[in-house]
């Protein structure tokens, strides 16, 4: 009982922060959700709405076309992450000439914060300016401009965030891959896989908590994207761009909805934990099928 | 001899009388400062000439005198209205005084946000600078004032949002006849529409002919930032002879069917023809918000549009910054049949009378200390320089001091245009929903500039969202 009180007593400052920085504003955020509180509206200060936050949500377009933008967002980019984390990681597991160098400048996107990412990569692709669409003009006389083509502006977030993100991926994979057991692969090979076989029906299923985790982790990252696209491409052209996260920063910064924001705030973060339950359900299933 | 004596003693004396009297204001600014010395105030205001000006040389001058440290942080128009509503919402008083751009002062009276500058200073009598008088600022600072008159921001900058053409195209003989041939009428700067899509089109085709960046026309159409909303309802709209967004201010409405203007033929037509500007304006055109604007037209690949003034000095005098040294005039844009009369008879406008204030949130912590920067930053004497640097005149008497007659040449005429015009110009209808019907209007204007809607159709359905948004904000029910 006493070491009980000792571990509390240790553990006390951790839990008041915790509660400080995650709960109090979690709790005032959900109060806030059922008021009606605009800044600028003429009945000044908060109006208690209940429900009407969110039955507006279910009827507001451009919100639920941000969720599934930003769905399709995150789905794109962690696919294409983990094809070409678990190429490099095979790469960085094996020995080349000049390999240090290589893990060195492949692991410096992670240390940009993202705001200079998406500047830097604004410098890059700006129309008019930026090299990449002159040199895609000059040599290919191909029109690139990331403010007025939709499909072009969405894909280099996309890329954008693939280059920001894969040095992630391919660690948390080497990781996985040297700490594979070599017996199963040996087993395999002697058996007369091939390395495709070897690859789908042995190194797969061993690397699947690893996967899932990497994508556990890369989802609520690319769900709550805000910064690095702010910067690039401020949520355009139009909608194109307009995430999640950057629709419910113009519904509480510029347009000081507080209310309505708080709300859509909330219900994005129940679709956060919703989807990311249903992986971490996963992963405890994995883990009890090898036990 | 005597005469010479008499000089020299009599220059001794004024020179001397100049000096005490130097002294005199020196002596007063750290006699009313000594109980704040030490302090430091903190500011936030949008980066731009002259922001960055008060924060360059004014706060260091301010220091020095008074031993009140300025820290003003010049940052993002976006991010400082963030900053600024975020800290006076919440009452933090983390800034003691606030950028307050003249289209949101309405927004932030009607919210009670600022400290009354003229009762401070009733109140304060042992602060109010002998230098310092309401009176000598332009008309620009009644837009500051409540119903009483009373002041709640100190102006610092003010201007036009300017239409600017490139003197050495325009001037050129060779471009002339062509232009002339083609067009059947002189090359001069566009006073319609018609003439300024054609000039547009003819200098695009003219880069393009003689393998130059060059094109017809600026257009300020960011496709995911309000810069663009703001060109079209305040500069562009106006030309066409829709004024204050088309929202009709005795009912708070904006459609046409509830007596608005927003989606009136006259606004679709505008802003069919502001898109349509899109074929001739530089790639950037689309990511362009003011700043990047005033870029382009310096760096000499433009050869018409609208900038905002508060950049026409460096483009037209810095060769550090700019392509067009030299190069550059000015004009009042081109407008629509009956624009003129309407602005004239005061009852409409031709384009955007922009500009801003320092204020004071009742939130600051050190409204008394502020109060003697606001006043530092409106005495005549530090105007003449800033006016110079930034392109913003606020004072009366600024316009004839010799630097400024020096910049006017410069500049051909800017700052004559400014003085003998400026009236036909007006800044944002006073709106006290400001930034909440731009952001839901905004994004239908971004869908017409990439194309996804016609004109009329982000017209049509951006006047119903504004008429929803100002119900649901209580106005026009």
């Not at chain 1, 920085?21 to 200060?45: E, H, M, R, T």
């Not at chain 1, 307009?242 to 909805?257: A, C, E, M, N, S």
């Not at chain 2, 007063?28 to 500011?43: F, I, M, R, S």
């Amino acid at each position: 009982m006493r070491q009980n009180r000792t571990a509390w007593f240790f553990l006390s400052p951790s839990l008041i922060i915790l509660f400080i920085v995650g709960l109090v504003p979690f709790f005032y955020i959900l109060y806030v959700g059922f008021f009606d509180w605009n800044a600028f509206s003429l009945q000044k200060g908060m109006h208690y709405a209940g429900l009407e936050n969110y039955r507006r949500l279910v009827f507001d377009q451009p919100f639920i076309n941000s969720l599934l933008l930003t769905f399709r967002f995150a789905v794109y980019a962690i696919l294409v992450q983990l094809v070409i984390g678990y190429v490099l990681a095979n790469l960085l597991a094996t020995d080349f000439p000049g390999k240090w160098f290589f893990r060195v400048i492949h692991t410096i996107p992670l240390m940009v914060a993202p705001l200079a990412v998406g500047a830097t990569w604004r410098l890059l692709t700006i129309p008019g300016f930026g090299p990449v669409p002159f040199y895609l003009d000059r040599w290919f006389d191909f029109e690139y401009s990331i403010s007025a083509n939709a499909s072009q502006a969405f894909w280099t977030t996309v890329i954008m965030d693939v280059w920001h993100w894969t040095p992630f991926v391919t660690l948390t994979m080497l990781a996985g891959l040297t700490a594979l057991p070599r017996e199963p692969l040996e087993q395999a090979l002697v058996d007369g896989a091939n390395r495709l076989q070897v690859f789908w029906y042995v190194k797969v299923p061993l690397l699947r908590p690893i996967i899932l985790s990497t994508v556990f982790i890369r989802l609520m990252d690319a769900l709550r994207t805000v910064d690095e696209v702010w910067m690039l491409t401020g949520g355009g052209p139009a909608a194109a761009t307009r995430y999640t996260g950057l629709y419910i920063w113009r519904i509480v910064f510029p347009k000081t909805d507080y209310g309505y924001g708080s709300a859509m705030s909330l219900l994005t973060l129940y679709f956060t934990i919703l989807i990311s339950w249903l992986l971490y359900t996963a992963i405890g299933q994995q883990r009890r099928g090898e036990r | 001899m005597k005469k010479l004596i008499t000089l020299v003693v009599l220059l001794a004396v004024v020179s001397g009388f100049g000096l005490t009297a130097n002294a005199q204001d020196d002596n007063w600014w750290a006699t009313a400062a000594a109980p704040y010395a030490g302090v430091t105030l903190h500011g936030v205001s949008e980066s731009t000439p002259p922001s960055n000006y008060a924060a360059d040389v004014l706060a260091p001058q301010f220091e020095a005198l008074t031993g009140i440290k300025v820290e003003l942080e010049p940052t993002s128009w976006d991010q400082m209205y963030d900053k600024a509503i975020k800290d006076m919402e919440a009452g933090s008083g983390i800034y003691d005084f606030v950028y307050i751009e003249q289209d949101i002062v309405f927004s932030y009276l009607a919210q009670d946000y600022l400290v009354d500058l003229t009762q401070a200073l009733v109140d304060h009598p042992e602060l109010a600078a002998p230098d310092f008088n309401f009176d000598d600022f332009t008309t620009f600072i009644d837009d500051f004032k409540n119903a009483e008159g009373h002041v709640f921001g100190v102006p610092m900058e003010a201007f036009v949002k300017i239409y600017l053409y490139r003197t050495d195209l325009f001037g050129d003989p060779e471009i002339q006849a062509a232009f002339e041939a083609e067009y059947g009428y002189p090359l001069a700067p566009a006073a319609t529409h018609q003439q300024h899509e054609d000039i547009a089109k003819f200098f695009t085709e003219y880069g393009e002919e003689n393998d130059l960046d060059l094109w017809g026309t600026t257009v300020q159409a960011a496709s995911g930032h309000s810069s663009s909303f703001y060109e079209f309802f305040e500069s562009i709209a106006p030309t066409f002879g829709v004024y204050n967004w088309g929202i009709n201010e005795e009912n708070w409405k904006a459609t046409v069917e509830n007596g608005g203007q927003m989606n009136s033929d006259a606004a679709k037509e505008a802003l069919a023809w502001w898109v349509s500007l899109l074929q001739y304006a530089p790639p950037e055109s689309t990511a362009s918000t003011w700043d990047e604007v005033a870029a382009t037209f310096a760096a000499g690949r433009a050869a018409q549009g609208w900038v905002y003034g508060e950049n026409t000095a460096w483009i037209a005098s810095d060769p550090d910054r700019s392509q067009v040294v030299g190069q550059v005039g000015v004009a009042i844009p081109p407008l629509a049949e009956g624009v003129m009369e309407a602005a004239e008879a005061g009852t409409g406008y031709v384009g955007y009378y922009d500009g801003g204030a320092f204020g004071i949130p009742h939130s600051s912590k050190n409204i008394e200390a502020t109060l003697l920067w606001l006043q530092f930053i409106g005495q005549p004497s530090v105007q003449p320089e800033w006016a110079a640097a930034g392109s913003r005149i606020v004072h009366d008497a600024t316009f004839d001091d010799p630097l400024v007659v020096e910049m006017d040449a410069q500049t051909n005429g800017y700052y004559t245009l400014l003085q003998e015009q400026g009236y036909l110009f007006k800044g944002a209808p006073a709106h006290p929903f400001h930034a909440q019907v731009r952001s839901v209007v905004e994004p239908f204007i971004w869908q017409a500039i990439v194309g996804e809607i016609t004109a009329a159709e982000a017209l049509d359905q951006a006047a119903a969202a504004a008429d929803e948004e100002m119900a649901r904000l209580g106005y026009g029910q």
